[in-house]
Structure formats: C-alpha cells, structure tokens
C-alpha cells in the first residue's frame, strides 16, 4: 500500500463486521480487523452496541422527553428546579411526578394524535406528486416514493391558519393543544412503543421486502427494526413517521406555541425569530424531501424504535423544545439583534441546503454541471450489491464537499444554535437540542464514514485522501 493511502487508511475509523452487514455492502474489512487486534473482543461489542445502548435509550427517552415537557411547563424551563423538586422524593414517587398529572390515552389526546394521522394520510394518497425512485437498497431493491410532502406541509399549516381564524369566533384557539401537551406527549409516547412492537412484528412475518430480517436478538430487533422500508396498505411507514408526522407535527407546535405566547403576553420578537428559523427550516426540508429519501436514515436505517419512536415523539417534543420554553419565558431582543440572528440563521440554511444540492445535482448530471462555477472534481466510485451486481456511483470532492466530507453538518448546528439564542442564557433547557444535534451529528459522520468505507473500499480512502478532515476543515 502506498504511503498516502496507508495515511488515508490511518484517518478511517473501524468498521464492525455487523456494521458491515447490517450496512448490506461488501468490501473494506481493514478497519474491523483494526479492532480485532487492540483485542476488542466481538462479544463485548455485540453487548455494548445491541443490549445495553437500546435498553439505556429506551428507557431514558420516554422519560427524557415527559421531563423535558414538565421542566418547561411546570417549572419555568429550570432544570435546576426541576431536578430539586424530583430529588426531594423517591425514585419511584418521582415517576409517579413526572407521569402521574398526565392523563394517558385521554379523549383529547386520543382525538388530536388519531385525528391528525387521518388527516396526514388522507393528503399522502389524495395529493397529487411525481413518483421518484430511492437509492438501489443493499438487496438490490428500489422503492418508488409520491413526491407530495411540499404540498402536504402547504395545505397543512395552511388549513391550521384558517382554523385558527374559524376558532377564534368561537371564542376557541388551537393553543388548547399546548395546554393539554402533557397528555398528548404521555398518549403519543406510549402508542408509538405499541406501534413499533407492530412494526417488529410485520417485519418477521409479513415484511414488504426482502430488506427485511431478524438479528436474532429481541431487543436489538425491537429497537433498530425488522425492515427496511415497511410498507402497510400501500403507505410507506417511514415517510409518514419521518415527513408526514415527525417534521410536520414539529412545525404545526412551532406554530401552536408561538399562538400560546401571543395570547399570554403579545408580541415577543424572540418566539417570533425563533418560529420563522424553524419553520424556514422544516420549509427547506420539505422543498428537498425527495433528497431525504437517500439519506441514512431511509438507506440504512431499519424502521423500529430508533427511528420511528424518535420521529413521532422525540422530534416533536425535543425538536420544538426552544418554542415550547419561549412560552414561558418572553425574551426581548430588540431590532438589531433580530435582525442579526434572523440573518445569520437564514444564512445557514441556505449553506445547508447547498450543500445538500451540490451532492444530488452532480449525481442527477452525472458529473456534468458546474460547482461554484467550475466543472465538479469527481470521482467515480465503484461497488457490489449483495447478490454480486456491480454499481457505480459519483463523489463529489469538490465545493462544499471539498472542504470537510461532512461540511454541511456544521451550518445545521449553527442554525440550530441560531434559533436557541433568542431564548437567553438565564436556563440551559433551550439549549438541549443544540447539543443533542452536535452529539447526534459527530455520531452520524463516523457511522456515515463507516458506511461509506465499507461501500466503496477503496474509493472512499481516495475521499479521505483528498478530502482529510471529517466535520471541521483543517480540525476534525
Ligand atoms: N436536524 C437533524 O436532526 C439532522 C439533520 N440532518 C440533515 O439532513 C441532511 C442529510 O443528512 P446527511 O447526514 O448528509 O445524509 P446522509 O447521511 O444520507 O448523507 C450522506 C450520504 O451521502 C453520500 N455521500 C457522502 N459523501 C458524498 C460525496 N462527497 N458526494 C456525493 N455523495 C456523498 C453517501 O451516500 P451514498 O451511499 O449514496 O453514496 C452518504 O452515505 C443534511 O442537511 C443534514 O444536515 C441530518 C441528521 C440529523
Ligand atoms: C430515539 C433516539 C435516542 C434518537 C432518535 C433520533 C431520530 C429522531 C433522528 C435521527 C436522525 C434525525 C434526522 C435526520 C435527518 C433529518 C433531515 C433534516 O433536514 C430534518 C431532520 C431529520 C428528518 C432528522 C429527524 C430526526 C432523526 C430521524
């Protein structure tokens, strides 16, 4: 081997045989065998990763965002008080606290959370929308999905205005929702666990794919799911948590909540800025929906408590977690710095959103188009499906994907931390999702990287080679 390629050998990060198999793609196997030679042993891995990591988030989660909920709601978006109020009982009486005022499966909730999933798949069959093919899948299928969530999301917030304006002569407003949260989060909470115990269930014995199959550990299943890409009279599961529930349910509460503090306290200039970050935000993910269907998250992710369970009720409660605070806490930030964080806000989606073009457009013209105006630096990377059949498919190495192989990351942490500075520095609450996204994102760049490496082999170490650092140009 080379001395640059050892190098760029050097920067990769190890893939487990698991990762590998559970990625469904051949080739780069260097980095596992890394592993095995520091004497990380395959058993303590398989522990680490398929035990103890679900059952630590499938039991914290829950709790995590009931917690999040009742900090904001019950004691003004302090953890510190939060944490003195439910240190003063048991652990046990503690639950009861946090669970106990919630009223599980109640009319209301029930009525909202079942009344929604109608009417979201109601627009998911009428609307109309090109068909667009996925990603080739590691078994070498490739779903079609019904380009309509640029329209779903439109009629959505739409229908949600007008209601607002109908409800008000009646003296009603949707701000009921924030006021019965607590009941709705607890309904949500426990209905997503049954369904993903449906979606374990279909996918080993009535899976819609042959991306399907068992670990043949239960609670590894549970968690990252049977399928790949469940399907269920004719909707595909993923699009509607992910799309049609998740990022739509988080927007409509972005909405709710700033209607919540209007009516409590009036104009806010920070709920404002904050709203219109998010919602250009969820705007820009809708507009590019069709690019998420190649994403990791439809690619390799199974559909399963991770997945599934995070979008139709993590994302809703932590993803909107700074508006939810913001109810309760009116900042003032004046004309200047609205204008500043608004500006440096939009400034970062569009980098993100760029970047993420940049990435399609040199696939859609297969090389030939131009990237800040010049013709794209490319390499053409060769890989084999499970069943032998050999693909090609384009890398870019150049524009925003020339810096740091995971640039993009860094303007979505930014924006992010955009829309939590309205809400002040008197509590750490706001800034809960910043740093769950950096964890998330720093996560996701090594477990894309992995992905990609035992992809592509070989043409993946020649990215690494030209393009060395991971997130941060010239740092990490
Ligand atoms: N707010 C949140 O919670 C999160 C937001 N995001 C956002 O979602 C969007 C998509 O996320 P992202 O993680 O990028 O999605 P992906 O993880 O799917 O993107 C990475 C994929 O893109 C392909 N790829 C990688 N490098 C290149 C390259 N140089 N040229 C061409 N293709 C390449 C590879 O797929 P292939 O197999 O096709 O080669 C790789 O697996 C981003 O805007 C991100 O910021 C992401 C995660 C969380
Ligand atoms: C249960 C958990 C501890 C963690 C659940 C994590 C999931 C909810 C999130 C994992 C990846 C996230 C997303 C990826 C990419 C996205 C595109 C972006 O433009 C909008 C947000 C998102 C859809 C985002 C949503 C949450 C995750 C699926």
Not at 383 to 403: A, M
């Amino acid at each position: 081997m080379s001395k640059r390629k050892e190098k760029a050998s050097k920067q990769q990060d190890p893939v487990t045989r698991s990762d590998m198999l559970s990625n469904g793609f051949h080739g780069y196997k260097e980095g596992y065998e890394k592993l095995e030679k520091i004497g990380v042993t395959q058993h303590n891995r398989d522990f680490f990763n398929k035990i103890f990591v679900p059952v630590f988030l499938m039991v914290s989660t829950p709790n995590f965002v009931m917690l999040l909920w009742y900090t904001a709601t019950k004691h003004k978006g302090s953890y510190g008080n939060m944490v003195h109020s439910i240190t003063q009982a048991s652990t046990l009486d503690s639950l009861r606290e946090l669970w106990g005022d919630v009223h599980i499966c109640s009319n209301f909730a029930l009525s909202v959370v079942f009344g929604y999933c109608i009417w979201a798949l109601l627009l998911m069959k009428c609307l109309p929308g090109k068909l667009v093919k996925g990603p080739i899948t590691p078994k070498g299928n490739t779903p079609v999905y019904k380009d309509n969530g640029f329209s779903h999301y439109v009629v959505t917030m739409t229908t949600l205005f007008i209601l607002t304006v109908i409800l008000k002569k009646y003296n009603l407003s949707p701000s009921v929702v924030y006021d019965n949260f607590g009941d709705i989060l607890g309904t949500l909470n426990v209905l997503s666990a049954i369904f993903c115990i449906f979606l374990y269930i279909k996918g080993l014995y009535s899976p819609s794919s042959t991306d399907c199959g068992s670990s043949g550990n239960i609670i590894f299943d549970y968690y990252w799911g049977t399928e790949l890409y469940p399907r269920v009279l004719g909707f595909d599961i993923k699009v509607f948590t992910n799309c049609r529930f998740g990022m739509t349910i988080w927007a409509v509460l972005v909405y709710i909540y700033a209607l919540k503090s209007f009516e409590l306290h009036g104009f806010v200039d920070s709920m404002i800025v904050s709203a219109i970050l998010q919602l250009a935000y969820i705007t820009k993910f809708f507009w590019w929906e069709a690019g998420y269907l190649s994403t990791i998250d439809i690619m390799v992710d199974r559909a399963g408590y991770y997945i599934c369970w995070g979008c139709l009720v993590y994302v809703p409660s932590l993803y909107a977690s700074v508006s939810l605070y913001l109810v309760n806490n009116p900042v003032y930030l004046g004309r200047f710095w609205s204008t500043f964080i608004l500006t440096c806000g939009l400034l970062s989606i569009s980098v993100n959103y760029f970047a993420d073009w940049q990435k399609q457009r040199v696939r859609s013209a297969d090389g030939d188009c131009l990237i800040w105006g010049k013709k794209p630096n490319i390499i053409r990377a060769k890989y084999t499906l499970e069943d032998g059949q050999e693909k090609e498919s384009i890398l870019l190495t150049s524009g925003w994907w020339g810096l740091s192989r995971h640039f993009h990351y860094i303007p979505e942490i930014l924006l992010a931390l955009f829309w939590t500075l309205p809400a002040g520095f008197e509590n750490f609450m706001p800034f809960s999702y910043v740093i769950f996204l950096t964890i998330l994102l720093t996560h996701r760049s090594f477990r894309d990287d992995d992905k990609c490496s035992s992809k592509y082999g070989p043409f993946w170490m020649d990215y690494c080679e030209r393009v060395p650092h991971r997130i941060v140009p010239y740092l990490f």
